[in-house]
Protein backbone atom coordinates (compact mmCIF):
# COMPACT_ATOMS: atom_id res chain seq x y z
CA UNK A 1 0.00 0.00 0.00
CA UNK A 2 0.99 3.59 -0.67
CA UNK A 3 0.73 6.36 1.69
CA UNK A 4 2.30 10.30 1.47
CA UNK A 5 4.86 11.04 4.63
CA UNK A 6 5.83 14.34 5.58
CA UNK A 7 9.10 14.59 8.03
CA UNK A 8 9.49 17.47 10.39
CA UNK A 9 12.45 19.19 10.77
CA UNK A 10 14.69 18.78 13.91
CA UNK A 11 18.45 18.96 13.47
CA UNK A 12 20.50 16.50 13.94
CA UNK A 13 18.05 14.60 15.97
CA UNK A 14 16.28 13.53 12.32
CA UNK A 15 18.04 10.44 12.38
CA UNK A 16 14.99 9.15 14.58
CA UNK A 17 13.41 9.34 10.87
CA UNK A 18 15.03 6.82 9.71
CA UNK A 19 13.94 4.50 12.09
CA UNK A 20 10.43 5.46 11.71
CA UNK A 21 10.68 4.98 8.15
CA UNK A 22 11.65 1.25 8.62
CA UNK A 23 8.67 0.65 10.37
CA UNK A 24 6.59 1.53 7.54
CA UNK A 25 8.72 -0.73 5.42
CA UNK A 26 7.74 -3.65 8.01
CA UNK A 27 4.24 -3.47 7.43
CA UNK A 28 5.09 -3.46 3.50
CA UNK A 29 3.99 0.04 2.88
CA UNK A 30 5.37 2.34 0.35
CA UNK A 31 5.75 5.94 0.05
CA UNK A 32 4.67 7.85 -2.75
CA UNK A 33 5.31 11.44 -1.99
CA UNK A 34 7.37 12.72 0.24
CA UNK A 35 8.36 16.03 1.96
CA UNK A 36 10.25 17.41 5.01
CA UNK A 37 11.64 20.74 6.60
CA UNK A 38 15.06 20.95 7.79
CA UNK A 39 16.49 17.81 8.39
CA UNK A 40 13.68 16.05 7.38
CA UNK A 41 14.24 17.46 3.85
CA UNK A 42 17.44 15.16 4.11
CA UNK A 43 15.52 12.19 4.53
CA UNK A 44 12.82 12.87 2.50
CA UNK A 45 15.61 13.55 -0.21
CA UNK A 46 17.13 10.23 0.10
CA UNK A 47 13.71 8.39 0.45
CA UNK A 48 12.39 10.00 -2.97
CA UNK A 49 15.96 8.83 -4.63
CA UNK A 50 15.20 5.31 -3.89
CA UNK A 51 17.31 4.73 -0.05
CA UNK A 52 15.82 2.43 2.04
CA UNK A 53 15.73 3.17 5.69
CA UNK A 54 18.68 0.41 6.41
CA UNK A 55 20.93 2.55 3.92
CA UNK A 56 19.88 5.46 5.44
CA UNK A 57 20.76 4.34 9.18
CA UNK A 58 24.20 3.10 7.27
CA UNK A 59 24.37 6.63 6.07
CA UNK A 60 23.46 8.35 9.24
CA UNK A 61 26.17 6.12 11.28
CA UNK A 62 29.06 7.25 9.30
CA UNK A 63 27.75 11.20 8.74
CA UNK A 64 30.40 13.50 9.21
CA UNK A 65 28.51 16.19 11.34
CA UNK A 66 31.73 17.99 12.39
CA UNK A 67 32.73 18.29 8.78
CA UNK A 68 29.91 20.70 8.28
CA UNK A 69 30.87 23.03 10.78
CA UNK A 70 34.11 23.74 9.37
CA UNK A 71 35.11 27.24 8.36
CA UNK A 72 38.11 29.76 7.02
CA UNK A 73 40.72 29.41 10.28
CA UNK A 74 40.37 33.52 10.21
CA UNK A 75 36.69 33.46 11.11
CA UNK A 76 38.02 31.03 14.55
CA UNK A 77 39.74 33.55 16.45
CA UNK A 78 38.12 33.46 19.62
CA UNK A 79 35.28 35.89 20.04
CA UNK A 80 36.49 38.01 16.91
CA UNK A 81 36.41 35.54 14.09
CA UNK A 82 32.60 34.08 14.39
CA UNK A 83 31.24 37.56 15.06
CA UNK A 84 32.58 38.63 11.95
CA UNK A 85 31.62 36.12 9.91
CA UNK A 86 28.04 36.59 11.03
CA UNK A 87 28.20 40.36 10.21
CA UNK A 88 30.64 39.34 6.79
CA UNK A 89 28.12 36.11 6.12
CA UNK A 90 25.36 36.54 8.23
CA UNK A 91 25.80 32.83 9.44
CA UNK A 92 28.39 30.91 11.71
CA UNK A 93 29.60 28.16 9.21
CA UNK A 94 28.75 27.88 5.25
CA UNK A 95 26.81 24.86 4.32
CA UNK A 96 28.70 24.16 1.62
CA UNK A 97 29.61 21.06 2.97
CA UNK A 98 26.64 19.40 3.70
CA UNK A 99 24.97 20.16 0.45
CA UNK A 100 27.76 18.60 -1.42
CA UNK A 101 27.58 15.19 0.86
CA UNK A 102 24.39 15.07 -0.34
CA UNK A 103 24.73 15.95 -3.59
CA UNK A 104 27.12 12.49 -3.92
CA UNK A 105 24.55 10.53 -2.16
CA UNK A 106 21.47 11.57 -4.48
CA UNK A 107 24.35 10.99 -7.24
CA UNK A 108 24.87 7.26 -6.22
CA UNK A 109 21.55 6.74 -7.17
CA UNK A 110 21.39 8.68 -10.34
CA UNK A 111 19.65 11.60 -9.14
CA UNK A 112 20.76 15.39 -9.00
CA UNK A 113 17.89 17.74 -10.14
CA UNK A 114 14.59 17.52 -9.27
CA UNK A 115 13.66 16.43 -12.92
CA UNK A 116 15.67 13.19 -11.92
CA UNK A 117 12.84 12.11 -9.60
CA UNK A 118 9.23 11.20 -10.61
CA UNK A 119 6.94 14.42 -11.01
CA UNK A 120 5.88 15.63 -7.90
CA UNK A 121 7.02 13.00 -5.56
CA UNK A 122 9.14 15.20 -3.46
CA UNK A 123 8.59 18.39 -2.27
CA UNK A 124 10.81 20.58 0.12
CA UNK A 125 9.72 23.65 2.84
CA UNK A 126 12.09 26.78 2.86
CA UNK A 127 11.62 30.33 4.24
CA UNK A 128 12.25 33.23 1.94
CA UNK A 129 12.96 36.23 4.69
CA UNK A 130 13.10 38.33 2.13
CA UNK A 131 9.23 38.65 0.76
CA UNK A 132 8.24 37.20 4.08
CA UNK A 133 7.03 33.88 2.85
CA UNK A 134 7.13 30.23 2.81
CA UNK A 135 8.67 28.28 -0.34
CA UNK A 136 7.44 25.10 -1.34
CA UNK A 137 10.26 23.62 -3.17
CA UNK A 138 10.17 22.57 -6.56
CA UNK A 139 7.14 24.20 -6.95
CA UNK A 140 7.59 27.45 -6.22
CA UNK A 141 11.03 27.85 -8.17
CA UNK A 142 9.18 29.64 -11.34
CA UNK A 143 8.44 32.61 -9.15
CA UNK A 144 12.24 33.53 -8.70
CA UNK A 145 12.53 32.87 -12.99
CA UNK A 146 14.42 29.51 -11.89
CA UNK A 147 13.28 26.01 -14.40
CA UNK A 148 12.86 23.31 -11.63
CA UNK A 149 13.80 20.45 -13.50
CA UNK A 150 17.65 21.92 -13.37
CA UNK A 151 17.47 22.98 -9.98
CA UNK A 152 20.04 20.34 -7.73
CA UNK A 153 17.97 18.56 -4.91
CA UNK A 154 21.04 19.33 -2.79
CA UNK A 155 20.80 23.16 -2.85
CA UNK A 156 16.89 23.26 -2.21
CA UNK A 157 17.70 20.76 0.96
CA UNK A 158 20.72 23.26 1.77
CA UNK A 159 18.39 26.16 1.54
CA UNK A 160 15.35 23.94 4.11
CA UNK A 161 18.34 23.73 6.59
CA UNK A 162 19.70 26.90 6.69
CA UNK A 163 19.43 27.39 10.63
CA UNK A 164 19.24 31.13 10.90
CA UNK A 165 22.82 32.73 12.10
CA UNK A 166 24.60 29.31 11.93
CA UNK A 167 24.27 28.44 8.35
CA UNK A 168 24.35 31.07 6.05
CA UNK A 169 21.15 31.97 4.14
CA UNK A 170 21.11 30.61 0.61
CA UNK A 171 20.92 33.81 -1.84
CA UNK A 172 18.77 33.82 -5.41
CA UNK A 173 19.26 36.05 -8.02
CA UNK A 174 16.25 36.36 -9.86
CA UNK A 175 16.25 35.11 -13.42
CA UNK A 176 14.37 37.58 -16.11
CA UNK A 177 13.64 36.35 -19.61
CA UNK A 178 16.00 34.83 -21.88
CA UNK A 179 18.32 33.62 -18.53
CA UNK A 180 19.32 37.34 -18.06
CA UNK A 181 19.55 38.20 -14.16
CA UNK A 182 18.38 41.24 -12.30
CA UNK A 183 20.68 44.00 -12.50
CA UNK A 184 24.10 43.40 -9.83
CA UNK A 185 22.49 46.21 -7.66
CA UNK A 186 19.34 44.29 -7.36
CA UNK A 187 18.81 42.88 -3.60
CA UNK A 188 19.18 39.28 -3.29
CA UNK A 189 16.59 36.68 -2.09
CA UNK A 190 17.60 35.38 0.88
CA UNK A 191 16.34 31.79 1.93
CA UNK A 192 16.59 30.01 5.19
CA UNK A 193 15.66 27.03 7.43
CA UNK A 194 11.73 25.92 6.65
CA UNK A 195 11.34 25.28 10.06
CA UNK A 196 10.99 29.08 10.76
CA UNK A 197 7.69 29.14 8.83
CA UNK A 198 6.62 25.47 8.64
CA UNK A 199 8.41 22.74 10.29
CA UNK A 200 5.31 20.32 9.53
CA UNK A 201 3.72 20.87 6.70
CA UNK A 202 0.94 18.14 6.82
CA UNK A 203 -0.99 20.31 4.51
CA UNK A 204 1.03 19.42 1.34
CA UNK A 205 -0.77 15.94 0.22
CA UNK A 206 -4.27 17.12 1.33
CA UNK A 207 -7.62 15.28 -0.23
CA UNK A 208 -5.19 13.20 -2.72
CA UNK A 209 -6.76 10.10 -4.37
CA UNK A 210 -5.38 7.13 -6.13
CA UNK A 211 -6.83 7.19 -9.65
CA UNK A 212 -6.63 3.38 -10.09
CA UNK A 213 -8.36 2.53 -6.79
CA UNK A 214 -10.56 6.42 -6.41
CA UNK A 215 -9.40 5.76 -3.19
CA UNK A 216 -7.66 8.15 -0.84
CA UNK A 217 -3.84 7.91 -0.45
CA UNK A 218 -3.29 8.41 3.04
CA UNK A 219 -0.59 11.30 4.45
CA UNK A 220 1.39 10.32 7.82
CA UNK A 221 3.34 12.70 9.75
CA UNK A 222 6.65 11.87 11.27
CA UNK A 223 7.26 14.12 14.16
CA UNK A 224 9.99 14.52 16.42
CA UNK A 225 9.34 14.88 19.97
CA UNK A 226 10.67 15.50 23.33
CA UNK A 227 12.66 18.64 25.09
CA UNK A 228 15.72 18.76 26.10
CA UNK A 229 15.62 17.87 30.39
CA UNK A 230 17.85 19.17 32.06
CA UNK A 231 19.88 20.68 29.81
CA UNK A 232 19.10 24.29 29.65
CA UNK A 233 21.36 26.66 27.62
CA UNK A 234 24.80 27.94 28.49
CA UNK A 235 24.69 32.08 27.44
CA UNK A 236 27.98 33.76 27.57
CA UNK A 237 27.83 35.64 24.71
CA UNK A 238 26.44 36.99 21.57
CA UNK A 239 27.05 33.92 19.53
CA UNK A 240 25.67 31.49 22.43
CA UNK A 241 22.94 33.75 23.10
CA UNK A 242 21.74 33.80 18.75
CA UNK A 243 22.61 29.85 19.18
CA UNK A 244 20.14 29.65 22.00
CA UNK A 245 17.51 31.63 20.08
CA UNK A 246 17.42 29.79 17.32
CA UNK A 247 17.73 26.46 18.59
CA UNK A 248 14.74 27.64 21.05
CA UNK A 249 12.41 29.01 18.09
CA UNK A 250 13.20 25.74 16.01
CA UNK A 251 12.57 23.00 19.10
CA UNK A 252 9.68 25.20 20.37
CA UNK A 253 6.88 22.94 17.88
CA UNK A 254 8.51 19.71 20.20
CA UNK A 255 6.33 20.98 23.01
CA UNK A 256 3.22 22.63 20.86
CA UNK A 257 0.00 21.16 20.97
CA UNK A 258 -0.85 18.68 18.68
CA UNK A 259 -4.18 19.53 17.24
CA UNK A 260 -6.81 16.42 17.52
CA UNK A 261 -7.63 16.56 13.73
CA UNK A 262 -3.84 15.49 13.29
CA UNK A 263 -3.16 13.04 15.87
CA UNK A 264 -4.65 10.12 14.09
CA UNK A 265 -2.13 10.33 11.14
CA UNK A 266 0.97 11.53 13.20
CA UNK A 267 3.88 9.44 14.54
CA UNK A 268 5.48 10.94 17.70
CA UNK A 269 9.29 9.95 17.86
CA UNK A 270 11.09 10.57 21.25
CA UNK A 271 14.20 12.57 20.90
CA UNK A 272 15.85 11.46 23.97
CA UNK A 273 17.07 14.90 24.89
CA UNK A 274 19.49 15.29 21.93
CA UNK A 275 19.46 18.97 20.87
CA UNK A 276 18.44 20.43 17.05
CA UNK A 277 22.00 21.66 16.96
CA UNK A 278 24.10 18.88 18.52
CA UNK A 279 26.66 18.07 15.70
CA UNK A 280 28.78 15.74 18.06
CA UNK A 281 26.15 13.50 18.75
CA UNK A 282 27.67 9.95 19.45
CA UNK A 283 27.50 6.79 17.31
CA UNK A 284 25.41 4.91 20.61
CA UNK A 285 23.05 8.38 21.03
CA UNK A 286 22.45 8.04 16.99
CA UNK A 287 21.96 4.26 17.57
CA UNK A 288 19.55 4.85 20.32
CA UNK A 289 17.86 7.51 18.21
CA UNK A 290 17.55 5.43 15.44
CA UNK A 291 15.56 2.64 17.86
CA UNK A 292 13.96 5.55 18.78
CA UNK A 293 11.83 5.83 15.56
CA UNK A 294 11.41 2.74 14.95
CA UNK A 295 9.74 1.82 18.18
CA UNK A 296 7.42 4.82 18.16
CA UNK A 297 6.49 3.92 14.21
CA UNK A 298 5.92 0.15 14.90
CA UNK A 299 3.82 1.31 17.85
CA UNK A 300 1.63 3.45 15.80
CA UNK A 301 1.59 1.10 12.49
CA UNK A 302 0.11 -1.77 15.04
CA UNK A 303 -2.71 -0.01 15.75
CA UNK A 304 -2.96 2.02 12.21
CA UNK A 305 -5.57 0.84 9.95
CA UNK A 306 -6.77 2.41 6.23
CA UNK A 307 -10.65 2.12 7.26
CA UNK A 308 -9.73 3.87 10.42
CA UNK A 309 -7.29 6.57 8.64
CA UNK A 310 -10.44 7.54 6.12
CA UNK A 311 -13.34 7.63 8.66
CA UNK A 312 -11.02 10.26 10.56
CA UNK A 313 -10.15 12.29 7.50
CA UNK A 314 -13.83 12.37 6.29
CA UNK A 315 -14.90 13.38 10.06
CA UNK A 316 -12.62 16.03 10.69
CA UNK A 317 -12.85 17.51 7.09
CA UNK A 318 -16.62 17.60 7.37
CA UNK A 319 -16.09 19.72 10.79
CA UNK A 320 -14.01 22.11 9.20
CA UNK A 321 -15.91 22.93 6.03
CA UNK A 322 -19.16 22.94 8.98
CA UNK A 323 -17.06 25.25 10.82
CA UNK A 324 -16.27 27.65 7.84
CA UNK A 325 -19.87 27.50 6.38
CA UNK A 326 -20.57 29.08 10.10
CA UNK A 327 -17.78 31.88 9.57
CA UNK A 328 -19.57 32.97 6.47
CA UNK A 329 -22.88 32.98 7.76
CA UNK A 330 -22.02 35.61 10.32
Known sequence: MEINAVFEGGGVRGIALAGAIRSAELV?????RVAGTSSGAIVASLVA?????EEMRDIILTMPFKSFLKRAPIFNVKWI???????LRKGLYSGDALEQWLDGLLAKKGIRTFGDVDHDRLRIIASDITNGRIVVLPQDLPQYGIDPKHFPISKAVRMSTSIPYFFDPVMLREQLKHGRKKPFRKPFTYIVDGGLLSNFPLWLFEEETDPRTNRMIPTIGFQLVGKQDGQPHSIHGLISMLQAMVETMLS?????????KNRYRTIKIPTLGVGVTEFEVSKEKSIELYGSGLEAGT????????????KMFKQYAAA????????EDH
Open 49 to 53: AGYSA
Open 28 to 32: NLSFK
Open 252 to 260: AHDERYIEQ
Open 81 to 87: GPAIRLL
Open 320 to 327: ICISTKKG
Open 299 to 310: DFFDAWTYMQYE
